[in-house]
């Protein structure tokens, strides 16, 4: 909030004032006269009189009275800024593998909890996108649906655990056609799923090329992410007869249907073999999938004249009330 004048140059008559008050000093010691008398007994009745008291008060009222209507002809305003954003962002899908095998310890310090922090600083960074999340093992689920609330996306993924989903397996086809249902509805000019998974589709109805048709059909552009090392990863498992151990699992990402997905559609295939080159991808997402946000800037004003103009009516009516009673 700030304040201004409407017509500033009115405040020029300000300077008029102080020029007045020296000419009415002037004027009264001119008009000044000196008597003699023997004694002040008669005079101090006429000296102490209420009106004489007054008489200069009445010039001061005036003088009050012209500055104050002086300020309100100036009209003082106070403002308030803002702006609105008219361009629409773009709708974008997470669509992330939880899986018991994103428990590996190839991105540190596992999959699944270096793809939840680096999601969660994507979304953090993203401006008026609409953001949901859909995550996947033998089912797929909806997490969120579009949403602008952030913070409510990032609790929803800092929450993310490979337990949530009972039925154990790797459903890509049915967690990028959950994705894709989640933007059919959507009228944004860009519509966007990122897709993460650490290996191959062995549950579900949809397969992951057929999935991608649909997307393809509604507009619907997938970036596909290939998580994990080549070769073995390192993984911790509880054994129910040698109790928890780590052991050496074999990567098994189906690179080839990820990167034909991504074609289809329009986007690209990633791989990310550790936590930087994950971190390095969805960055490249995040500036390959950019929108120019037109915002309309525009400020409020509210008059606030009739405060200084009450003031000066004020001292106006007080000044001729006193002035008809001296």
Known sequence: MFYRFADPHFLLFLAALPLLGIWYWKKSRRSSA????????????AVTTKASRLRHSLFVFRLLALAALIVAFARPQTGVSGEEVLTEGIDIVLAIDLSTSMLAEDLVPTRVEAVKQVASSFVSGRRNDRIGLVVFAGQAFTQAPLTLDYNV?????????????????????????????????????????????DGRNNRGEIDPVTAAQ???????????????TRGEAPITVDDPTFGRRRMRMRVDVDEPTLRAVA??????YFRATDRQSLEAIYSEIDELETTEVEVEHYTHYGELFLFPLAVGLF???????????S
């Open 263 to 268: 074609e289809q559609t329009g986007g690209t």
């Open 214 to 228: 649909m997307a393809q059909a509604l507009g619907i552009k997938v970036y596909a992410i290939g998580a994990g």
């Open 153 to 197: 996306l990032q609790n929803l993924l800092g929450e993310l655990d490979v337990s949530m989903i009972s039925v154990d397996g790797t459903a890509v086809g049915m967690g990028l056609a959950t994705a894709v249902k989640r933007l059919q509805e959507s009228d944004a000019e860009s519509k966007v799923i990122i897709l993460l998974t």
């Open 34 to 45: 000196t008597l003699r008398y023997s004694s002040l007994d008669l005079v101090n009745p």
């Open 315 to 325: 001292f106006l009516v007080l000044e001729v009330g006193l002035g008809t009673r």
